[in-house]
């Protein structure tokens, strides 16, 4: 996508000066170099996608990887917002003749938004204020007279001063103090410092609105709370903004401690003093002491106010700026599970009343067989089930079953262990996967135009199979906010959130590859360079002129130009083509190079590793070609087309470990983590109930980030700490020496740590990653708990890496997957 250039945003006459400005900002705040940040805006300004530069692109940026470059991407965005309302200003301040040397430098030297309105304040066109209709009736001179000699009396003073308009002292008064107190509020630098006071000083207090008691139970946490703004966690200001949105919560920002009135006003006390010093106030006796002194508490009462929309402002933007990273995160990691790959798989979409839809799908994606069966209540046809199910099993070679986590996927799930014992013997696998998404899916046009005919009822297990043989080139059809994996996805800005979104489908898509001759025009849409458009012209042209048979037969698809073909070519693959190059990731430019290194190792496409492990890659470097792209060519040989996903692995749960009344404590079980929060992670360990990992028993060593020692669809061993049938609380360890009390010295899992994320008033802790808005305390991990949950206690049958259930829980699941290998091609569909 193209992108304005900076000169069209920069202030007149400084754009070159700004340019240099922003690119010296971005590559402090980056940790790189200036010259790697410009050569990166250069290619963006240009037309180039992420994903390009990122793979293809890296001599000219030193290798900014694809995260560096989002973030210089999203701040780039920032910074010429910046310059484009700091012209503004300028030449709005101009227009009133009002800028001088000194003002124009501090517009310039404005690093955030915030400052730059503080500055603007006082030359804002407003309403008609109190304090512009004192000056007009001549009062501000009685204002600084006051101000200037405070042994002057207010009264005798502002006698001076009567006139018409201004019948009495008192309204005198009252308009110099007006003009004061606008003074006061409006003082850039005053109100900088007091902001950065407040932010880190000041206490965000919640309170129930009297009467809403019972309406609002899922705020109970937060009915008497009290945090300092800077400490307090994304999902908490979300969930304190959500509960004054539904009319459950009154918020206020205090000073100090709303639990200790005295401290309170102790606090109150020393914002007012700061304000007296900059008006130049004291309490020396003088006549005008007290009037002054009572000017500077009710300005304070206004700065005051004015700062608490402000921080109110950055709480919400720090808190969706937070809320994106972690869905964007979550997401990232539910693309790029570890696919089955091409197996043939049975999907089962579980319902009750309407029975168990049936969806069997080849290795290809293709659909070969449906069916809807009606095992359960109200028909309880247990046996025609299992008779219809063994019979397509058996008929199209099923090796995966794919059991969808909604209603009476519990059932479902005993179903499908009775089959596998009945038809395989163990061999066929069955696993539990999330089917958010699917029935949005099932009613879409897309859906029509791929399964037509097919009723949407069925569409439904169809995707749920297609899910597990390639999570990716599935997931990518469905709106990501379908998906269930986020967290307050709906109180965050939609055009932010999907921005963010937009851009991990994007570098999933593209770090995988796709295969031009298979993928769908929901996948292709996603490469790099394409977009829909492109995308259903490259379908159009490969159904009316059968499979592409080389790369550079791209560049007769209508309106896939040159530039196009550069972004695109790298990432879509051909697999049994006439140039076996354009299996890779290679990039066609790039050709020359590979087919050097190919016979430099005298051999082909097969090469063995170790035959290249003998090649000086600083012997093919010129002009054209850098170190990272010979570096990466010779990687690419090693493996053609090599996946960067996981291996496809399940956890095999423990046979007779089927409830949670079987859990004991010490007993070391393996699970899959499907979710990821800041507080710990959660952990399915085959008893329809995911279990708590607390970040404190996650390792021997302080963490901070319970990403840093687990993923979200990761196969973990766990040590049961504690399991509460009746409260369905299960409380894990990962670390297997720890006794089933928990760890010494530090709180077990599922235990309040204390303090968390700064601490509440009076000790109290709250919040968690509830989508819904649950204030649950650490260890009240089971509140937000939403759907049902198929587990699995058979031998040999477990979860995929792939979140079930885990997405309706904390929506917050993990962080990217790496590593692994499998076929080229898989993300087709």
């Excluded at 790959?341 to 969806?359: E, I």
């Excluded at 650490?778 to 949950?789: E, M, Q, V």
């Amino acid at each position: 996508m193209g992108r304005v250039s900076l000169s069209a945003v920069e202030p007149v006459n400084v754009s070159e000066a700004a340019e240099e400005q922003v690119v010296a900002q971005l590559a402090a705040e980056l940790g790189v170099a200036p010259w790697q940040v410009r050569a990166a805006v250069e290619l963006l300004d240009g037309g180039a996608t992420v994903p390009f530069i990122a793979r293809y692109r890296k001599e000219a940026t030193g290798t900014l990887d694809d995260a560096q470059l989002r973030d210089l991407d999203e701040r780039l965005r920032y910074l010429r917002e910046l310059q484009d309302r700091r012209r503004t200003i300028l030449e709005a301040i101009e227009a009133q003749g009002k800028l001088t040397a000194q003002l124009r430098a501090a517009v310039a030297g404005a690093e955030t938004k915030s400052r730059l309105e503080d500055i603007y304040l006082p030359y804002r066109s407003k309403r008609r204020t109190k304090a512009q209709t004192a000056r007009e009736a001549g009062l501000e001179p009685l204002a600084d007279a006051l101000l200037s000699d405070p042994r002057r009396s207010p009264e005798a003073e502002a006698a001076r001063y009567l006139r018409e308009g201004v019948p009495d002292a008192a309204e005198a008064l009252a308009g110099a103090r007006a003009i004061l107190i606008e003074r006061l509020s409006q003082d850039a630098d005053l109100l900088t410092e007091q902001r950065e006071k407040l932010w880190r000083q000041g206490r965000m207090r919640s309170q129930v609105r009297p009467g809403k008691e019972a309406d609002g139970r899922k705020f109970t946490d937060y009915y008497d709370f009290s945090q300092s703004p800077a400490g307090m966690p994304s999902h908490r200001v979300l969930a304190l903004l959500r509960g004054e949105k539904e009319g459950i919560l009154e918020l206020a920002l205090t000073e100090g401690d709303p639990a200790d009135a005295d401290a309170l006003a102790a606090a109150r006390a020393r914002y007012e003093r700061t304000v007296a010093a900059r008006l130049g106030v004291a309490d020396r006796g003088r006549p005008a002491d007290a009037w002054l002194l009572q000017t500077v508490q009710l300005a304070w009462r206004r700065i005051l106010a004015k700062l608490s929309a402000d921080l109110r402002m950055r709480l919400f933007a720090d808190a969706e700026t937070e809320a994106v990273r972690v869905f964007a995160a979550n997401l990232r990691d539910v693309l790029l599970a570890a696919p089955a790959g091409n197996r043939t798989t049975l999907g089962l979409d579980p319902g009750l009343r309407t029975g168990v839809k049936v969806a069997v799908v080849d290795g290809t994606g293709k659909v070969v067989a449906t069916e809807t069966v009606y095992p359960h209540a109200p028909a309880r046809r247990w046996k025609d089930a299992l008779a219809t199910l063994a019979g397509l099993v058996q008929q199209h070679g099923v090796e995966l079953i794919a059991i969808g986590n909604g209603t009476a996927s519990r059932e479902t799930d005993r179903l499908a262990a009775e089959l596998i014992k009945e038809v395989s013997g163990g061999v066929v696998r069955k696993l539990v996967v999330s089917e958010a998404g699917a029935s949005v899916y099932s009613a879409s046009a897309l859906a029509s135009a791929e399964l037509p005919g097919m009723d949407v009822s069925l569409r439904g297990a169809v995707s749920i199979a297609r899910r597990l043989q390639d999570p990716l080139a599935e997931l990518v059809k469905i709106d990501p906010k379908s998906i269930g994996v986020g967290q307050y996805q709906h109180d965050v800005t939609p055009a932010k959130l999907e921005r963010s979104l937009d851009a991990v489908i994007e570098d999933c898509v593209n770090a995988v590859g796709v295969d031009v001759n298979t993928a769908s025009p929901s996948l292709l849409t996603r490469v790099a360079g394409v977009g829909p458009l492109l995308s259903e012209n490259i379908v159009a042209y490969r159904n009316a002129n059968g499979p592409f048979a080389r790369r550079r037969d791209l560049l007769k698809v209508p309106r896939l130009g040159a530039k196009a073909y550069e972004q695109c070519a790298g990432f879509l693959r051909i697999s049994s083509g006439t140039e076996p190059l354009d299996g890779t990731s290679v990039h066609p430019e790039s050709y020359p190079v590979a087919r050097k290194v190919l016979a430099a190792a005298g051999e082909t496409m097969s090469t063995s590793g170790a035959v290249l492990d003998g090649i000086n890659p600083a012997a093919f470097v010129d002009d054209q070609v850098g170190l990272p792209t010979v570096l990466d060519i010779i990687a690419e040989l090693r493996k053609p087309g090599r996946d960067p996903r996981p291996a496809f692995e399940t956890a095999t749960f423990s046979d007779g470990i089927e409830r949670i009344a079987d859990l004991r404590p010490g007993m070391i079980l393996n699970g899959v983590v499907t979710n990821v929060a800041a507080f710990g992670a959660f952990v399915d360990v085959g008893v329809h109930q995911d279990g708590l990992v607390h970040i404190s028993a996650m390792s021997h060593t302080f963490i901070s980030d319970p990403r840093q020692v687990v993923r979200s669809g990761q196969v973990v061993r766990v040590k049961v700490v504690e399991a509460d049938p009746e409260r369905k609380r299960i409380s894990l360890t990962l670390r297997l020496d720890d006794d089933a009390a928990g760890p010494a010295g530090r709180p077990g899992p599922g235990k309040s740590p204390g303090r968390e994320a700064g601490g509440t008033s009076g000790g109290r802790t709250s919040g968690s990653g509830s989508p819904a808005g649950a204030a649950s305390g650490p260890g009240r991990y089971d509140r937000a708990k939403a759907g049902t949950k198929a587990g699995s206690a058979a031998s040999g049958t477990g979860r995929t890496g792939i979140p079930a259930s885990g997405a309706g829980r904390t929506g917050i699941p993990g962080p990217d997957q790496a590593g692994g290998k499998q076929k080229p091609g898989a993300a087709s569909r």
